[in-house]
């Protein structure tokens, strides 16, 4: 009898531990929701009809791309710092090829789409081989190559590069277009990485690189086209920012790679891979979102707009230790159990 009634004590903590793990890893909508309470009442007018609501996704749009290439390479167990500067390089560079303002030497628009999302893939590639093959530090790689193509963005043009043709604009010229681009990219790589072998290997490698590889999993190759994957999502990232404005600017996307760790860091996924969903993901992009809009609604500044985006990314940061910390305490009383 006490060993049935022991029985089900441990069941029961068992159940407790499941419902608080589940608790944890969907964390992010509940903040959302509390979020979107908050800036309802203090500022109503950030969705004060669906045309603003639609507003705040489509300028979520380009950091969901750039949300989804950092969170490709965090799930292997890598990081990259790049990519703002792959997005900002790809787009001022197919900008100079095509505008009959700077080398005009292209006219066709969908070449100049093939091209700013070669660039930035190739781009990814290098990152992927030098990393993988030649053994350099992600931090460091991806640090040089953010030094080397945000100022090679400068160096191109100092001003903005405009009079682009309407058919390379159009994909982020268009609200409807860019929203449905970033949700549908959400959800192939949702699937990508939860039905596929590939998306396992990205989990097994940002577990543990040394116990994927041992079970046949090609590391290098998989660092290399995670990389490349997430060149290639960047370069969407500037393609849709170059066409929100018709332009691109020396600066496009340099401010975009802390709130893209935010975001992803916020909606679950580990700062040292192998685990976290795109699901959370794009929560964490909608929070950062909707934090956004509401801040230049309520007329702040650049520099306020800056410094609030550094304490949401130390909030991103202690609630992922409090969520770690939590986790590890659970599995621990688990095993002990």
Same mark, same amino acid.
């Given at each position: 009898?006490?060993?049935?009634?022991?029985?089900?004590?441990?069941?029961?903590?068992?159940?407790?531990?499941?419902?608080?793990?589940?608790?944890?890893?969907?964390?992010?909508?509940?903040?959302?929701?509390?979020?979107? %309470?908050?800036?309802? *009442?203090?500022?109503?007018?950030?969705?004060?009809?669906?045309?603003?609501?639609?507003?705040?996704?489509?300028?979520?749009?380009?950091?969901?791309?750039?949300?989804?290439? =950092?969170?490709?390479?965090? *799930?292997?167990?890598?990081?990259?710092?790049?990519?703002?500067?792959?997005?900002?390089?790809?787009?001022?560079?197919?900008?100079?090829?095509?505008?009959?303002?700077?080398? !005009?030497?292209?006219?066709?628009?969908?070449?100049?789409?093939?091209?700013?999302?070669?660039?930035?893939? +190739?781009?990814?590639?290098?990152?992927?081989? /030098?990393?993988?093959?030649?053994?350099?530090?992600?931090?460091?790689?991806?640090? @040089?190559? *953010?030094?080397?193509?945000?100022?090679?963005?400068?160096?191109?043009? @100092?001003?903005?590069?405009?009079?682009?043709?309407?058919?390379?604009?159009?994909?982020?010229?268009?609200?409807?277009?860019?929203?449905? +681009? /970033?949700?549908?990219?959400?959800?192939?790589?949702?699937?990508?990485?939860?039905?596929?072998?590939?998306?396992?290997?990205?989990?097994?490698?940002?577990?543990?690189?040394?116990?994927?590889?041992?079970?046949?999993?090609?590391?290098?190759?998989?660092?290399?086209?995670?990389?490349?994957?997430?060149?290639?999502?960047?370069?969407?990232?500037?393609?849709? %920012?170059? !066409?929100?404005?018709?332009?691109?600017?020396?600066?496009?996307?340099?401010?975009? %790679?802390?709130?893209?760790?935010?975001?992803?860091?916020?909606?679950?996924?580990?700062?040292?891979?192998? &685990? !976290?969903?795109?699901?959370?993901?794009?929560?964490?992009?909608? +929070?950062?979102?909707?934090?956004?809009?509401? +801040?230049?609604?309520?007329?702040? @500044?650049?520099?306020?707009?800056?410094?609030?985006?550094?304490?949401?990314?130390?909030?991103?940061?202690? %609630?992922?230790?409090?969520?770690?910390?939590? &986790?590890? &305490?659970?599995?621990?009383? =688990?095993? @002990?159990?």
């Amino acid at each position: 009898m006490s060993t049935s009634i022991s029985t089900m004590l441990n069941r029961t903590e068992m159940d407790q531990h499941k419902a608080m793990l589940a608790v944890l890893d969907h964390m992010i909508w509940p903040i959302l929701l509390v979020v979107c %309470l908050g800036v309802f *009442l203090l500022v109503p007018q950030t969705f004060g009809s669906l045309g603003m609501i639609e507003l705040v996704i489509y300028g979520s749009a380009a950091l969901g791309f750039l949300v989804l290439a =950092e969170g490709i390479c965090l *799930l292997s167990g890598h990081f990259d710092l790049s990519i703002g500067a792959i997005a900002g390089f790809s787009a001022m560079f197919t900008a100079m090829l095509l505008s009959p303002d700077q080398w !005009g030497v292209i006219q066709s628009p969908v070449l100049a789409v093939v091209i700013i999302l070669t660039v930035a893939t +190739l781009i990814g590639v290098v990152n992927g081989v /030098m990393i993988s093959k030649v053994g350099v530090d992600p931090f460091l790689q991806t640090l @040089s190559f *953010l030094i080397i193509f945000e100022g090679a963005q400068v160096w191109l043009s @100092s001003v903005p590069v405009s009079n682009l043709p309407d058919g390379f604009t159009a994909t982020g010229g268009s609200s409807g277009v860019s929203i449905t +681009l /970033m949700i549908a990219a959400f959800a192939v790589m949702g699937l990508l990485l939860k039905y596929t072998s590939f998306g396992q290997a990205v989990y097994a490698v940002g577990s543990n690189k040394d116990s994927a590889r041992a079970v046949g999993i090609k590391t290098d190759q998989l660092i290399i086209t995670v990389y490349a994957l997430s060149g290639f999502l960047s370069g969407i990232a500037g393609l849709i %920012l170059l !066409g929100r404005v018709g332009s691109v600017s020396p600066q496009l996307a340099n401010d975009l %790679l802390f709130p893209a760790f935010a975001a992803a860091v916020i909606g679950g996924i580990s700062l040292f891979g192998g &685990r !976290g969903k795109i699901a959370g993901a794009l929560g964490g992009v909608l +929070l950062l979102g909707v934090i956004q809009s509401a +801040l230049n609604i309520s007329g702040m @500044s650049v520099n306020q707009i800056q410094t609030i985006n550094g304490i949401v990314l130390l909030i991103a940061i202690l %609630l992922y230790n409090t969520r770690t910390n939590i &986790r590890d &305490r659970i599995l621990t009383n =688990e095993v @002990s159990g």
